[in-house]
């Protein structure tokens, strides 16, 4: 079994899906490491010096490599199933499954996270709630094409997860 975790940057879908994996006996891949991996450089450096058209295209070859691996839970980056068809590409190959918290909750672990984002750097509470709430207009199209999505918990666990991923299969 494939599943895939999609949603906006700090929804949890790195902690969550490792606690899933674990549960399932599964790997945990997180998209951008194993695009770091892959290309020897950080997903900053890479939007530094390529920009993020070079970054989208790197995290769609990760994405068409992992697709093929069997007994896996991804977290994707949160603009994957925004570029190209990778939505496409992660409902054939698997369960995709959008985890949306509030935007406060959002906004709020971004700013105690210690992840360099590209996209937010620098950025206040106010504006990061601002930007969230903008790019959820054009993002939540594509998010909400998951076959499961789990809406406003704060502290989700593995096991509500996998309830979910039974009721579907
Ligand atoms: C991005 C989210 C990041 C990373 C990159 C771009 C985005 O991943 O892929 O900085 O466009 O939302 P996380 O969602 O894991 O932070």
Redesign the pocket.
């Known amino acids: 079994m494939r599943v895939f975790l999609i949603?906006?940057?700090?929804?949890g879908?790195?902690t969550i899906g490792r606690k899933l994996a674990t549960l399932m006996g599964s790997a945990f891949i997180?998209?951008?490491k194993y695009i770091e991996e892959r290309n020897f450089k950080t997903?900053p450096a890479i939007?530094a010096e390529e920009g993020e058209a070079g970054?989208r295209a790197k995290?769609q070859s990760a994405l068409l490599e992992v697709a093929q691996f069997d007994n896996i839970v991804v977290?994707?980056?949160?603009?994957?199933p925004?570029f190209f068809d990778n939505m496409e590409v992660m409902k054939h190959a698997g369960i995709t499954i959008y985890i949306a918290p509030s935007v406060e909750t959002l906004a709020n672990r971004l700013m105690k996270s210690k992840?360099e984002?590209?996209?937010i750097i620098g950025k206040s509470r106010d504006e990061l709630l601002q930007f969230i709430e903008k790019?959820l207009v054009i993002r939540a199209p594509f998010y909400e094409q998951a076959q499961i999505i789990i809406r406003g918990k704060e502290d989700l666990n593995p096991e509500e997860v996998l309830d979910e991923i039974i009721k579907q299969s």
């Open positions: 949603g906006y940057m700090g929804c879908k790195s997180d998209l951008d997903v939007f970054f995290e977290g994707t980056g949160g603009g994957a925004c992840t984002r590209p996209l790019a």
